[in-house]
Every structure is written in C-alpha cells, then in structure tokens.
C-alpha cells in the first residue's frame, strides 16, 4: 500500500526520488520520506503529501544514492518518527518497507531489553536495528538483511542503503519491487510506474529473492542463499498515459479514458463472423470450457462488484453455475475447491493480498485460477500464470472507474467464449459480440451530454444517507455507485437489490430521502418501478439512471438517461452517471478527490 523508489547511478538522486514518490502517491499519503547517502546518511520526512515534504527540504541535498517512501499507516499513528525510511542509531544504515513485520513486538521487545532505543512505533523500525547488529558482529550488508529475514514472520518489499557501502539490498516477500535497469544507474520501485519514464528494461523479483544492487549491476539471490539469473523482462506498450493532462484531477481523466480503455480491452477479442469472443491467455479450449463443472470469481470492492457483474453474464450466456466471492471472506472460509472448477482472481493492481491469499489457497488444493487483471506483470498475474488482461492502462485514482468496466467487459467476453462452448447459438453470439463491439462509443458518447449531475449532486451533498437500488445485472452496479459515493465523498451510502429493499432499509426513508435507482430497460424493470414507487410513497427522491428514450423517466425526480444497449451490458453504461455523481460531489464537499482519506490504491496489507 505504501510506496518505495531508489536510486543508484552517477546523478543526483534526490530528483529521482521525488519524482517516483509523486507518481507512488496514490499508494500512500499519510507520509514520506527520502534518504540520500553523502558522505553519511542525510534523512527528511513529513507527514502529509509529498509537496510537505518538499516543502520541507533544504536547498540542495546533494548524492547518487538513495531510497524515499510514501506511507499508508498500519502500525503506528501518522507521525514524521513514524514516516519511513528508519535509521540505525548510528545513522549509518537507513531503511524503507512496505508490508507488516508480523512478530514486531516480540523482535521489539527483544532489541529493547539489550538497551535499542526505537524511535517509531512502526513494525518496520526493527529490522534496521536488526541489521545494524549483523553488520557491527562483521557481515556484509547482503547476509546481514538476509539473517535479519530470517528472524522476521510477515510480507516485505525493503530497500536499505548503508554509509560505509556503494550498493542498496532489497528483498522482497509478499510486497512487491522492480529494478528499473538503467546504464550505470540502476531504479527500484514498489511498481513500474515510477519507471516507465526512465527504462523499459526490468527485473521483477519474485517473493523470497533478495538483490544486491549497485550503479552497474544487480545480482539476485533466494532467500536460503542460492544465487539466481536477474531475468530482464521489458516494459514495452505496458502502460499507456499516465500524466495528468488537462484534466483537473486522475479520477475525472479515468472516467473519461473509458471508452479508449474499452477499445483496449475488446481489441481482437472478438469474433464476429462466428458470434464468439478470444481470450486466448485463458488456456482453454472449447472442449475443456464445456466440461467446467461451475465458475468461481474472486475479487475485493469495486473488483468485487465486477465480479458481480460477470457472475450474471457468465451464468446467463453458458448456463454454468457461477458464484463471485469476497477474497477476504473466502479464504479464510476453508472453500471446498473442485480441481476441475474454473476460478478467476479480478484484480486491477494485481497486488491486493486478500486476493493473492485466496489464489494461494484454491491452489492450494489443487484447484487453477485464472488472473482477470489490470497491471501486467502483477504478483497475481504471475501467481496465476494464465488469464486474461483488461487494458485499462494505468488507474491512479484511489476509486477505480475504468478498471469497473474494462473488468465487465472482459468477463463479458468470457461469458460470450464459454456460452458459445456450451448452449449459446451463433446467431445470438452475433448479436451480443455486435452489441459488445458498441459499446465504447456509446460509452463516450453518455460522456459527452452526461445530464443533470449537478442537481443530483445538490440533493445528494448534505444528505444524512443514500439508497443505491438495482435489480438483477443492476444490483451490483447500485454497490458500485454506493462504493464510489462513499469512498469519496464520505456519505454513508448503502445499497440493495431493489426486491430487498422492503425488508429493511426501507426504514430509512423520510422526507426527501435521496435513493438512487438503476433500472435499464430489461425484463425486471416493472418490478424495479414497483420499489420506486414504494420509496416514493415515503417521501423519497428519486434518481431514475435508465434508457434513452424510456418512459420510465417519468418516475423520476431526477432523470439520468443512458443510451440503449443489450441488458447483459448495461452496466458498463449505467456506472457512467454514479462515477460522475462521486466525483461531483467530492468536489462539491471539498474533498480530495483522488486521495480519499484513510484508504490507499493498492491494498497489499490482509
Ligand atoms: C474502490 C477501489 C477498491 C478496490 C479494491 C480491490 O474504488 O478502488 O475497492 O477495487 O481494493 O483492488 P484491486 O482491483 O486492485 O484488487
């Protein structure tokens, strides 16, 4: 969740690391940090941003090597004492990690009872004061990280720079990290995106490797010694753009990237003279795709309602049964995994631990998984080894917009795959591939006459809460909208299946109530208009997201019409308005858009 970058080479690195830290921000803002080897070891760190932190700079803090940090708390309140990088008492030795040192207090009590004074309370502090004392008892620097691991339970990424030596250890377990290779300079970060600017060349490390890395090379070794070959892997057409540009803010940008990320995702997927869909990283063949006995899709927050989504599509094109779970929940529920079941981890970062862990343990069992993910080359892509990449291009807004739709699209293709395997016939395989192939136009063309955002943001800004209701393929897309209204503009939101809504949540409703209905023009809307009219009865005001042209608008007190599409693929349209009704109301409250307090992009902590 927190951010790491380092730099060792002939130029100054300050300008490196400050760079990599904006462009980490979005992992982490609680706090940063850099330290910059000069003769000894210069460190600054600030709580807030890290503008606070440049703020807070000397004029020039000369050096070719260093490491920085952002931070996202977990152990240990916001505090510059807390901020990373930490430092030995000697300040010889400094330290950034991203991940949670599990037996800290057991490793702190320790250090403190042989007299250590800590000065953070972070889980992390520990491990440099641990390997201070292996390098005071005469080891050099790579052992003394690698016996300091050995002592520590829990996930690391970890860069640390030493005084007396030209080189940064880093190690990686359950956190990732990639060496940016450069000529005679070398980068790390905790993801490429702070690289993509400076090499396309990498060595991604793999959990249990540790790497020596100095200005001209870097040597990789495993955990118990062994050394290993540093595989350089490129970045080439990873990522598309992923600068600001005109738009005031990355969540604004991502929304409006939709329909160029659709493109992306559909892109020689599909089909259309035989009605069916590619998605040739999956690894199966028709015949296979016909004996799966169910589908399991996995995911956490806006991944999970995706996951929703495709649940719906996927059971309704190929007649399989198919369930989307909660990672976090599912691991830990000791899930019975069928081996020839077929699973998928929906993942835009690739990193989420719930996720990753849920992988491991359907593997576990002997059970494949399939990664449905965003970020190429992620931990769970790799884990998973096959699957499918949505190609969304680089999301670093905290709420995630184009991933939602990009993750729809591509297990609406899957759907369309396995249904043509099974029970789908061509004709209605044409019709849904033509109708899919739409899709991105229709997307850009809603976000060019959005419709009355504002006044719904009116009467949503000071509201005590909002109801989110949808039925059938909607109910996930009324999660969604409830996600994104909460998670940035910190209104309690809560959403339901419309049906559900009389047995309980109805309580709710008083005068003027806002409740937001998402109801396309399907086969269960009738039943959708009954619940308005239920809220209505009460007071409430309703938010009517619907089809062009449908005279259901008439329910309405605020109307937000979206343009026709197939019912299997309206939520790609109907999350359009709740995306821009979040972000408008954020704005509206003041709120920090893309850096929602308390959260973090990439959620790499259980
Ligand atoms: C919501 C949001 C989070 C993520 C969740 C999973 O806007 O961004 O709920 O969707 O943390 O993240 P990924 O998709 O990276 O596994």
């Given at each position: 969740m927190c951010g790491i970058i380092g730099y060792i080479g002939e130029q100054q690195a300050l300008p490196f690391l400050l760079d990599g830290l904006r462009r980490l921000e979005y992992r982490g803002y609680d706090s940063s940090g850099v330290a910059v080897k000069n003769g000894g070891i210069t460190v600054h760190k600030k709580t807030g941003k890290v503008a606070d932190l440049e703020a807070k700079l000397p004029a020039s803090v000369e050096g070719?090597?260093?490491?920085?940090?952002?931070?996202?708390?977990?152990?240990?309140?916001?505090?510059?004492?807390n901020a990373h990088p930490h430092c030995s008492a000697d300040g010889k030795i400094a330290l950034v990690h991203n991940g949670i040192i599990e037996n800290a207090r057991n490793l702190r009590n320790r250090l403190e009872n042989e007299g250590v004074k800590l000065r953070s309370e972070t889980d992390s502090e520990v491990l440099v004061h641990l390997i201070h004392r292996e390098i005071s008892n005469g080891a050099k620097p790579?052992?003394?990280?690698?016996?300091t691991l050995k002592r520590a339970?829990?996930?690391?990424?970890?860069?640390?720079?030493?005084?007396?030596?030209?080189?940064?250890?880093?190690?990686?377990?359950?956190?990732?990290?990639?060496?940016?290779?450069?000529?005679?300079?070398?980068?790390?970060?905790?993801?490429?995106?702070?690289?993509?600017?400076?090499?396309?060349?990498?060595?991604?490390?793999?959990?249990?490797d540790l790497a020596e890395v100095?200005?001209?090379?870097?040597?990789?070794?495993?955990?118990?010694?062994?050394?290993?070959?540093?595989?350089?892997?490129?970045?080439?057409?990873?990522w598309g753009e992923a600068e600001l540009g005109d738009f005031p803010h990355f969540m604004l940008k991502e929304i409006h990237e939709q329909p160029e990320a659709l493109r992306q995702c559909l892109t020689g997927r599909l089909d259309i003279k035989n009605g069916n869909a590619r998605l040739g990283g999956i690894g199966l063949t028709a015949k296979q795709l016909q004996k799966i006995p169910h589908v399991r899709l996995l995911g956490c927050g806006t991944a999970l309602n995706a996951s929703q989504v495709g649940r719906i599509v996927i059971e309704e094109l190929a007649r399989v049964p198919t369930l989307a779970h909660v990672s976090s929940e599912f691991r830990h529920n000791n899930p019975?995994?069928?081996?020839?079941?077929?699973?998928?981890?929906?993942?835009?970062?690739?990193?989420t631990a719930d996720t990753l862990a849920?992988?491991?343990?359907?593997?576990?069992?002997?059970?494949?998984?399939?990664?449905?993910?965003?970020?190429?080359?992620?931990?769970?892509?790799?884990?998973?080894?096959r699957g499918c990449y949505i190609h969304s291009g680089p999301e670093q807004s905290v709420a995630s917009t184009k991933a939602f739709s990009n993750m729809v699209a591509a297990l609406s293709l899957f759907g369309i795959q396995i249904g043509r395997a099974r029970t789908l016939s061509r004709e209605k395989g044409k019709k849904l591939v033509k109708s899919l192939q739409k899709i991105p136009k229709l997307v850009g063309d809603y976000l060019e006459a959005p419709g009355p955002i504002e006044e719904v943001v009116d009467l949503v800004k000071d509201a005590k809460s909002v109801l989110f209701l949808g039925r059938g393929i909607s109910a996930p897309v009324a999660r969604e909208g409830a996600l994104k209204l909460m998670e940035i503009a910190y209104i309690p939101c809560l959403a339901?299946?419309?049906?559900?809504?009389?047995?309980?949540?109805?309580?709710?409703?008083?005068?003027?109530?806002?409740?937001?209905?998402?109801a396309p023009?399907?086969?269960?809307?009738?039943?959708?208009?009954?619940?308005?009219?239920?809220?209505?009865?009460?007071?409430?005001?309703?938010?009517?997201?619907?089809?062009?042209?449908?005279?259901?608008?008439?329910?309405?007190?605020?109307?937000?019409?979206?343009?026709?599409?197939?019912?299997?693929?309206t939520p790609m349209l109907t999350v359009l308005p709740l995306q821009l009704i979040a972000y408008q109301t954020a704005l509206a409250l003041g709120c920090d858009v893309d850096r929602p307090r308390n959260l973090a992009k990439s959620v790499t902590v259980e």
């Open positions: 070719t090597c260093g490491i920085a940090h952002t931070r996202w708390a977990t152990h240990g309140g916001v505090t510059d004492e790579l052992t003394a990280v690698r016996r339970r829990g996930t690391w990424g970890i860069c640390v720079v030493f005084e007396d030596h030209e080189k940064i250890i880093c190690a990686r377990n359950g956190s990732p990290l990639v060496i940016g290779v450069g000529s005679g300079e070398n980068w790390i970060a905790s993801d490429t995106l702070p690289l993509q600017t400076l090499t396309q060349q990498v060595v991604r490390l793999d959990d249990g100095s200005a001209d090379g870097i040597k990789t070794s495993r955990f118990d010694g062994r050394t290993t070959d540093s595989e350089v892997t490129s970045l080439d057409g990873e019975v995994i069928e081996t020839n079941a077929l699973h998928f981890a929906v993942s835009q970062s690739g990193e849920a992988v491991k343990e359907i593997q576990l069992k002997g059970g494949e998984v399939r990664g449905v993910i965003n970020v190429v080359g992620s931990t769970i892509a790799r884990q998973c080894g339901y299946p419309a049906g559900e809504m009389k047995h309980g949540p109805i309580a709710l409703l008083e005068e003027g109530s806002p409740v937001v209905v998402i023009n399907d086969s269960l809307k009738d039943k959708t208009v009954s619940s308005i009219q239920e809220c209505r009865a009460r007071g409430a005001k309703i938010i009517l997201i619907h089809e062009e042209g449908d005279p259901i608008a008439e329910e309405a007190d605020i109307s937000i019409p979206v343009p026709a599409t197939d019912p299997m693929f």
